[in-house]
């Protein structure tokens, strides 16, 4: 199995940074792409940023120029670094990994995700 843990969550007031973690264990071949997505209350998930290496990332427009997501593929990590943060970034934030394992004697590539930590942006 594969476990993603993250950390870096917590109140923190507008215009504040935070940084998310994202931790991937178990068995690996390969972590084909990472992301964060985020859940407010009585909305649906939604993308804030993915990364599948350095260069190649995607962010939503809501984020762009504030968040940069990051990874460090000899730890099997991703960051979010969030600054100039907003109220309405207030949200659950759940780490997503697309992951390369073996399947028998194939390798299949399987989707998992975090258990989320909470950001709250507030005064």
């Known amino acids: 199995q594969v476990q993603l843990v993250e950390s870096g969550g917590g109140l923190v007031q507008p215009g504040g940074s935070l940084r998310l973690s994202c931790a991937a264990s178990?068995?690996?071949?390969?972590?084909?792409?990472m992301g964060w997505y985020r859940q407010a209350p009585g909305k649906q998930r939604e993308l804030v940023a993915s990364?599948?290496?350095?260069?190649?990332?995607n962010y939503a427009d809501s984020v762009k120029g504030r968040f940069t997501i990051s990874r460090d593929n000899t730890k099997n990590t991703a960051y979010l670094q969030m600054n100039s943060l907003k109220p309405e970034d207030t949200a659950v934030y759940y780490c997503?990994?697309?992951?390369?394992?073996?399947?028998?004697?194939?390798?299949?590539?399987?989707?998992?995700w975090g258990q989320g930590t909470q950001v709250t942006v507030s005064s």
């Open positions: 990364i599948i290496s350095g260069d190649n990332t």
């Open positions: 997503n990994a697309m992951v390369s394992r073996w399947r028998g004697v194939r390798v299949k590539e399987y989707e998992y």
């Open positions: 178990g068995s690996i071949i390969s972590i084909n792409s």
